[in-house]
């Protein structure tokens, strides 16, 4: 990956650990989320653990360098649909279902994980929500910043993500 002597990447490639912090804007500039005020994230490069732009954008950075990635709708969290609405149970949701209120995000289990959702409606056993990401239909620029890099330890690698502090611990 690289010919540094204590053979850390100089470079973000596949199966580096690359941490990086990130703000997150729509097309009018709106601050959407920020890493600033936490750890920075920690991705398994090559893994599939972010958008695909964002993967894309950092190979071959170094740490300390700063640069944005706008992506459209398609390459980020999809279009809006409008027939994304469905009647879920109560049941299927995650987290204290007695607080539900439309507008607000749930986490619908699903055989994939946890899929983020909008509450439309709630009844008494079941909940309208609204399928789309919350980020669906918006353009979405990421500024990043590449604060280190390391190599994937075989463990990291045969899992498919970072293992350790700000990764998964199992
Ligand atoms: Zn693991």
Redesign the pocket.
């Known amino acids: 990956m690289s010919e540094a002597e204590d053979d850390q990447p100089a470079q973000v490639a596949r199966d580096c650990v690359v941490s990086f912090h990130y703000e997150l804007f729509d097309a009018g500039g709106e601050a959407l989320e920020s890493s600033r005020r936490r750890e920075p994230v920690l991705i398994l490069h090559g893994h599939g653990n972010v958008l695909p732009g964002v993967e894309a954008a950092l190979l071959g950075r170094s740490p300390g360098e700063r640069f944005e990635v706008t992506l459209a709708p398609g390459e980020a969290y999809g279009e809006r649909r409008e027939d994304a609405r469905r009647r879920v149970s109560k049941k299927h949701l995650a987290g204290n279902t007695k607080r539900l209120a439309p507008g607000m995000q749930a986490g619908l289990r699903t055989a994939e994980g946890l899929r983020p959702v909008t509450v439309v409606k709630v009844g008494s056993s079941v909940v309208d929500v609204d399928l789309n990401h919350p980020l669906a239909g918006r353009s979405l620029r990421f500024d990043i910043e590449v604060v280190a890099l390391r190599a994937a330890s075989p ?2 690698l045969a ?1 498919g ?1 970072v ?1 350790g502090p700000g990764g ?1 611990h ?1």
């Open positions: 463990e990291e899992h993500h293992h998964h199992h």
